[in-house]
T-cell receptor, first 115, second 113 residues
Framework: DVKVTQSSRYLVKRTGEKVFLECVQD?????MFWYRQDPGLGLRLIYF???????EKGDIPEGYSVSREKKERFSLILESASTNQTSMYLC??????????????FGNGTRLTVT | KNQVEQSPQSLIILEGKNCTLQ??????????LRWYKQDTGRGPVSLTI?????NTKSNGRYTATLDADTKQSSLHITASQLSDSASYIC????????????FGKGTRLSVIA
């Protein structure tokens, strides 16, 4: 079974702090994704990566950056956290195929609150 | 614009009853359609993936149908159980584009005893 592990289930941070969300997958998947999920809006893609050191912007990248130094690890960085970044953050992975036909495997999410 | 619309937004049914969730999409060119189940506080888990040529696909008590002509899909749950209480998310994948997956907002199902 694919396992996608997000390092924290809950995080509380102050406005202006730099925040790191970590995600690790154990199935040697090439593709990794960061989504945020908000009530009434569904899942929205922030950033994704198809290879080590490679990253591409999703639909809502503003205020975020990512890092993929190793194949199994994909980090989401909030450079200066703001209250409108309070959300559930979901990491996902999938094998090569650019996600067109392969299922996404999700972690259990990090609920981030920015005060 | 590529869109996925799900209905109803929420649904409450009695344990043991059947229910059907709907998904309409305008994604083009179409590659596949997926249904995910998301339990409260957990990440989504894949239930089915259907390509253009597949009309129906089952996973236990879950049966998904696809009508590519009318761009509609349904997820039918038979003999519901309390553990079926979750959000069900329809996701459609395009065959092109940098971000091909289009997510619906989900249907929140509550099964009560």
């Amino acid at each position: 079974d694919v396992k996608v592990t997000q390092s924290s289930r809950y995080l509380v941070k102050r406005t202006g702090e730099k925040v790191f969300l970590e995600c690790v997958q154990d199935m040697d998947h090439e593709n990794m994704f960061w989504y945020r999920q908000d009530p009434g809006l569904g899942l929205r893609l922030i950033y994704f990566s198809y290879d080590v050191k490679m990253k591409e912007k999703g639909d809502i990248p503003e205020g975020y950056s990512v890092s993929r130094e190793k194949k199994e690890r994909f980090s989401l960085i909030l450079e200066s956290a703001s209250t409108n970044q309070t959300s559930m953050y979901l990491c996902a992975s999938s094998p090569l195929d650019r996600g067109y036909n392969s299922p996404l495997h999700f972690g259990n999410g990090t609920r981030l609150t920015v005060t | 614009k590529n869109q996925v619309e799900q209905s109803p937004q929420s649904l409450i049914i009695l344990e043991g009853k059947n229910c059907t969730l709907q998904c309409n999409y305008t994604v083009s060119p179409f590659s596949n359609l997926r249904w995910y189940k998301q339990d409260t506080g957990r990440g989504p888990v894949s239930l089915t993936i259907m390509t253009f040529s597949e009309n129906t696909k089952s996973n236990g008590r879950y049966t998904a149908t696809l009508d590519a002509d009318t761009k509609q899909s349904s997820l039918h749950i038979t003999a519901s159980q309390l553990s079926d209480s979750a959000s069900y998310i329809c996701v459609v994948s395009a065959r092109t584009g940098n971000t091909p997956l289009v997510f619906g907002k989900g249907t929140r199902l509550s099964v009560i005893a």
